[in-house]
């Protein structure tokens, strides 16, 4: 185990630290620090074969080299005749897209000369507000994935071989023809939530042909807890929305609204808005949780217990508010005291349970407890019955009718169709996306059952496990390709539109449907547009001639903008039934000394995600693990069980075993152990073949997100996990230099100190007056800088893969991130502070300042870095010799240095896939961030054509467009009233390493939060 003196020494619980190896300051933290370019001796004896590269590289580098060969010649030819309004090589948007369990996220779509290049937020959109994740990123390295399924393939004695779309129609007409004659008797569906709108009135027509035929949904990170809880507390499915703009008191049961929520990115903007104090308040939230989240994270206060803890903490949160507080109950609820009143004792902090239930009775209006999906319906109804009785329904906590309310649970969904599978009852089956191979709960024999099955016919962008297993696979279109609609989880009609014809000739699931039926195909564009002249298009007054061209005004506008305002479902105020679920209220016995708990991954979601390679190799936020997953601890289970850092550790729970590496997570509860889902991928593809370990093997019906009753051994074996969390750190070695640095790099307070001290942050750092060495450069005209404000910033991750597509920077493999050669431009650091049994985190995105004395300049040989006539700090690459002195002198430790070539085996067609705005850096050459010079340019060029100036918010780099948060602003210095400016001259603002005099153009707001009054600043 780690020998961390300082770890329990009282006086460092104020320090900043990385990690445990950096806390305890241990001999190999050092090394790494101290080694500026670690394991290069030791690549220079072993250098990477070119299998290994191309193994990794996938999507994020072959791309569509693959996939691009199918398009026809005159598509990638110049223009013959050039479309009007159309100038070759002007990147053009457009609004549409992408449907995740059952939701629909509104996109902006990049596409430069007929090629979509990139993914960004759609602002009209209440899903995303502008802001764009990973995961909605990342979608588009599926399009040219070349492990993407290209062709129908048939199953049959064990031999797979490649049919056509004409064998594929032949089939479905013999065969469907024979189910419609038995009336659909022995065909089961399964398919994915489907969020469209269109595909579910096509359900009706499907039933009419097939009346006894069988359809599921299911999703392996679904909302069953949810749903039950608000049937049991309304009678009725209702969902829950959270307007945390508007809220004072946030209390988080398990609950990761800023990361896991299928509104995350449309939540963490509102909650951004409330976290500034510049209008003198700011919100407080309150987080209990097993393991570190995004929301623990930006939680003031933060309360660890296990996850099978949480509902008797909402009981003692319940009982703190009704009975010691009497807040009343709503009606007819009246017979609940009683079980509050006679609720066991709790273990949990008192002070914690007082803090978060007087907080939320003192913002009567302004409060609301948000429960999570892993959470069993009692602590959802609970959570019900809170914002009922503090008066926050229609304020801060909202109600709207599921959309579609027919849908069963998916856990016994699943069950029900794997039953009728094994009992012979399902003859044909018809899996519409998913891969419930791989992820159906351990205890569902799915992958048995659907042996037994004599015609199984799968739709999907891969042959995954699931298609591998079934007698037909049929591959699918991508977003991209195909016209769809969805809803939003507002309930706000989403057009999706393709952009590029389908590569591989993929289906829709309408079309699929179509064929089953033996009618026309449907025509997906018809489909939704009559779905919106039908359901969403209204004018006033009776329908005249004009009606057609009013509606073709409204399509046009609807395309437009991606979205059909006011279509968003009514909020309502649900009443409650008779609380019929009062036995159910009881917190549970005890069930072993260990849980496990089961956490949806914020890169690979489900396992969807498993080979988009720019996503395995983000480090995670909270852990900075990339290409793999572990088994999370607390140091003080770690240390009870006598396991380190990579040791592989088994878990058996329910008489199933996995083996993962541990990894010891300051702040996790104790007794628990975390593994988060969507690893150990078998058909994933060249990327996420083989990375981490399959969750879903442990994972059980009556346990979906947790359970007790694991047991956990040591197997001696190691494995060591690719962690970024310690790479690239600005040198601090030694306690007291660390006192004394670390708290100048991350800069907070709680609100009372700020509210006492304003300019904090501008009196961290006192120093003589500081002289340059040599005459400094000066420049007139423009001076572009950026504002980054840590209140706001979530640690997301966003920003890191904004700047990845936009700027074709490539992924390394598992192996040299071990060595510390990411490429990322961004960086994100994250702090803990105080104890390592309860820190708290902070993060810190760390680009290239843009340094106006910029020491990487004066060390340079062949001046490959310097200013230009704006004072940005450029890279000319073909000067780079790539000797790394500017690297070595680089006190913020943001470059990157290609020591391969990254990007093999491309050819002309293969290089359609990188933005062609940015140069594709060679092995040899330094990288760093540019402040997307590409965006200022072609702001510049079209502001000088239409001779005028450039406007205030024109320029955004794709870091700052992705934000959910807004947490970043860029502009111009030299124009004082732009937001920069305004930002650069707050009193929270403050400069990193100010006393080296490099005068960076990157400045940062220091980080707020807000504990109470009582907490000392």
Not at 709 to 729: E, N, S, Y
Not at 851 to 879: I, W
Not at 890 to 900: A, D, H, L, S, T
Not at 983 to 992: E, F, G, K, P, V
Request: glycine content about 8%.
């Amino acid at each position: 185990m780690l020998d961390m003196p300082s770890v329990n020494n009282e006086q460092n619980h104020n320090l900043y630290w990385r990690s445990l190896d950096d806390l305890a300051d241990t001999p190999e933290f050092r090394e790494f620090v101290e080694n500026e370019f670690p394991g290069l001796a030791e690549q220079m004896r072993t250098p990477v074969g070119r299998r290994g590269f191309l193994k990794v590289m996938g999507a994020a580098a072959a791309l569509a080299g693959l996939a691009g060969c199918r398009w026809p010649v005159e598509k990638i030819v110049p223009y013959a005749h050039r479309p009007e309004g159309r100038d070759p090589g002007n990147p053009v948007q457009f609004a549409t897209s992408l449907h995740r369990g059952g939701a629909a996220r509104g996109l902006l779509a990049t596409s430069v000369d007929g090629r979509p290049v990139r993914l960004d937020g759609n602002p009209l959109h209440p899903s995303s507000l502008g802001g764009a994740s990973a995961l909605d990123q990342a979608a588009i390295l599926d399009l040219y994935d070349p492990d993407r399924s290209k062709n129908p393939v048939r199953l049959s004695n064990k031999r797979e071989t490649v049919r056509t779309w004409d064998d594929v129609e032949a089939f479905f007409k013999e065969h469907f023809a024979a189910l419609r004659e038995k009336r659909g008797q022995g065909l089961f569906v399964l398919s994915e939530a489907t969020a469209s709108p269109s595909v579910a009135r096509i359900f009706p027509n499907f039933q009419m042909m097939f009346p006894r035929f069988k359809w599921y949904e299911y999703e392996p990170l679904c909302n069953d807890s949810e749903r039950q809880g608000s049937l049991w507390a309304f009678g009725f499915p209702f969902r829950t929305h959270y307007r945390l703009d508007m809220a004072s008191v946030i209390v988080c049961l398990d609950a990761d609204l800023l990361g896991a929520h299928p509104q995350s990115v449309a939540l963490t903007r509102a909650f951004a808005r409330g976290r500034t104090a510049d209008a003198g308040d700011m919100s407080r939230l309150f987080a209990v949780e097993s393991s570190y989240t995004l929301t623990g994270a930006a939680a003031d206060r933060r309360l660890a217990i296990p996850s099978s803890g949480v509902k008797a903490f909402a009981l003692a949160l319940a009982a703190e508010l009704f009975v010691n507080i009497a807040v009343p109950l709503p009606p007819g609820l009246d017979a609940i005291a009683p079980v509050l009143k006679n609720s066991a004792p709790h273990g949990f902090d008192p002070d914690f349970v007082r803090s978060a239930a007087h907080a939320l009775f003192a913002a009567r209006g302004r409060s609301l407890a948000a429960a999570g999906p892993d959470q069993p319906p009692e602590v959802h109804t609970l959570c019900h019955i809170i914002n009922a009785a503090l008066g926050n329904v229609l304020k801060t906590v909202t109600y709207t009718e599921e959309p579609f309310r027919n849908v069963e649970s998916h856990a016994i969904g699943i069950k029900e169709f794997t039953d009728a599978m094994l009992d012979g009852r399902a003859q044909t089956v018809l899996i519409l996306g998913g891969n419930p191979v791989y992820n159906a709960p351990a205890d569902v024999p799915f992958a048995r059952a659907l042996k037994k099955v004599p015609v199984s016919i799968h739709l999907g962008l891969y042959r995954d496990e699931t298609a591998r297993a079934c007698t037909w696979h049929l591959p699918a279109a991508h977003f991209l390709e195909a016209w769809s609609d969805g809803l939003a989880y507002d309930g706000t009609v989403t057009l999706q539109q393709p952009l590029i014809q389908p590569l591989y000739n993929g289906r829709t699931t309408p079309e699929i449907l179509a064929l089953a039926m033996g009618v026309r195909p449907f025509d997906a564009y018809s489909i939704v547009r009559k779905s919106v002249r039908t359901h969403y298009f209204r004018i006033p007054g009776r329908i005249t001639k004009d009606y057609a061209e009013q509606f073709e005004s409204f399509w046009r506008k609807a395309l437009h903008d991606g979205v059909i305002p006011g279509t968003a479902l009514p909020e309502i105020r649900p009443g409650f039934i008779l609380p019929e679920y009062l036995d159910r209220l009881a917190a549970d016995p005890p069930g072993g000394e260990f849980e496990i708990v089961f956490r949806q991954d914020y890169k690979t979601f489900d396992g969807r995600h498993a080979n988009k390679a720019w996503l395995q190799e983000l480090p995670d936020p909270i852990t900075k693990i990339c290409w793999g997953n572990a088994a999370i601890m607390s140091p003080a289970t770690a240390a009870k069980l006598g396991v380190e850092k990579n040791e592989v550790v088994r878990l058996e729970y329910q008489n199933r075993s996995l083996e993962l590496p541990a990894h010891i997570l300051p702040g996790h509860a104790d007794n628990s152990v975390t593994v988060h889902l969507g690893y150990g991928r078998t058909h994933a593809g060249r990327v996420g073949n083989g990375a981490g370990a399959n969750a879903y093997r442990l994972r059980t019906q009556d346990a979906l997100g947790f359970g007790r009753g694991l047991k956990i051994t040591k197997t001696g074996a190691t494995h060591i996990l690719a962690v970024t969390q310690d790479h690239h750190a600005i040198k601090a070695v030694g306690e007291k230099e660390k006192e004394r640095r670390v708290p100048l790099l991350i800069r907070e307070a709680t609100l009372a100190h700020y509210r006492e001290h304003p300019d904090f942050a501008k009196h961290a750092v006192h120093h003589p007056p500081l002289k340059a060495l040599w005459k400094e450069l000066e420049f007139e005209g423009r001076r572009w800088g950026m504002a980054i404000d840590l209140s706001k910033c979530t640690g997301c991750s966003a920003c890191v893969i904004a700047c990845q597509a936009e700027n074709n920077i490539p992924v390394v493999g598992r192996e040299q991130v071990i060595h510390g050669r990411e490429m990322h431009w961004i960086r994100i650091d994250r702090y803990f502070r105080g104890d390592p049994a309860a820190p708290q985190i902070a993060f810190q995105p760390l680009p290239c300042q843009q340094c106006f004395n910029a020491p990487c300049e004066q060390v340079c040989p062949v001046a490959a870095t310097m200013h230009t006539s704006e004072g940005l700090n450029d890279m000319v690459y073909n000067r780079c010799i790539g000797m790394r002195f500017c690297s070595q002198n680089c006190p913020y430790k943001v470059r990157r240095f290609n020591y391969f070539w990254f990007h093999p085996g491309l050819d002309d067609i293969g290089k359609m896939k990188f933005n062609p705005e940015v140069t594709v850096r060679s092995r040899g050459v330094m990288e760093k961030c540019t402040y997307c010079v590409q965006r200022i340019q072609r702001a510049k060029i079209h502001a000088k054509n239409e001779r005028r100036e450039i406007a205030d918010g024109e320029i955004v780099p794709a870091c700052a467009q992705a934000c959910p948060a807004g947490a970043i602003v860029f502009g111009d210095l030299s124009d004082p009233q732009s937001q920069v400016s305004k930002l650069h001259s707050h009193n929270r603002s403050y400069a990193i390493l100010e006393e080296y005099n490099t005068q960076p153009r990157t400045r940062y707001l220091a980080k707020l939060r807000n504990p109470g009054e009582d907490a000392r600043g």
